[in-house]
Antibody, heavy 117, light 107 residues
């Protein structure tokens, strides 16, 4: 069965960096596009970034463009999100999600990022 | 960007009630729409894709309809496990966008 396990969250000061990881199993990772979606405390869902199955296509929400970078390592079945210049408004639960078309049938349990001084 | 507007933002209902949630896209998205259910402290669960296609294992009391800009999620007979927050999501183009959510609460 598909399993997605995020890690790397924590408390970080504004302006600092953090890298999230998402370990995938139960499917052929290199065949699928992958996404990051976030949810601020008691708020709705916000799509963050996508990477295609082969890494050739990447796209970002305007709110993170130029600060966040999505990448993947198919040899490790792992998705990453490098987050730089973090802001208070980046505080959220970050989920990785396996894409089928542009739908999300599989989600991880999330990793919490808190940006605070 | 395509804006997704859900209504109502919350609804109080009783077990057995029929509940309808609507989602409107700011421009036409054909049938590229999904519905998710999220319970407190849990990840979202995909219920419906392509506007009306029920995911495997999702009870038949859930149904979706619509195309273009106007969509509906209907729960035909609300069950205790259905109290949750529901989100629509457009899958037409990037950036992907979600509706603001509809919280279904116990009356």
């Amino acid at each position: 069965q598909v399993q997605l396990v995020e890690s790397g969250g924590g408390v970080v000061q504004p302006g600092r960096s953090l890298r999230l990881s998402c370990a995938a199993s139960g499917f052929t990772f290199s065949d699928y596009g992958m996404h990051w979606v976030r949810q601020a405390p008691d708020k709705g869902l916000e799509w963050v970034a996508v990477i295609s199955y082969d890494g050739s296509y990447k796209d970002y929400a305007d709110s993170v463009k130029g600060r966040f970078t999505i990448s993947r390592d198919d040899s490790k079945n792992t998705l990453y999100l490098q987050m730089n210049s973090l802001r208070a408004e980046d505080t959220a639960m970050y989920y990785c999600a396996k894409a089928e078309e542009k739908y999300f049938p599989h989600w991880g349990q999330g990793t919490l990022v808190t940006v605070s001084s | 960007d395509i804006q997704m507007t859900q209504s109502p933002s919350s609804v109080s209902a009783s077990v057995g009630d029929r509940v309808t949630i609507t989602c409107r896209a700011s421009q036409g998205i054909s049938s590229w729409l999904a519905w998710y259910q999220q319970k407190p402290g849990k990840s979202p669960k995909l219920l419906i894709s392509v506007a009306s296609s029920l995911q495997s294992g999702v009870p038949s009391r859930f149904s979706g309809s619509g195309s273009g800009t106007d969509f509906t999620l209907t729960i035909s007979s609300l069950q205790p496990e259905d109290f949750a927050t529901y989100y629509c999501q457009q899958a037409n183009s990037y950036p992907l966008t979600f509706g603001g959510g509809t919280k279904v609460e116990i009356k």
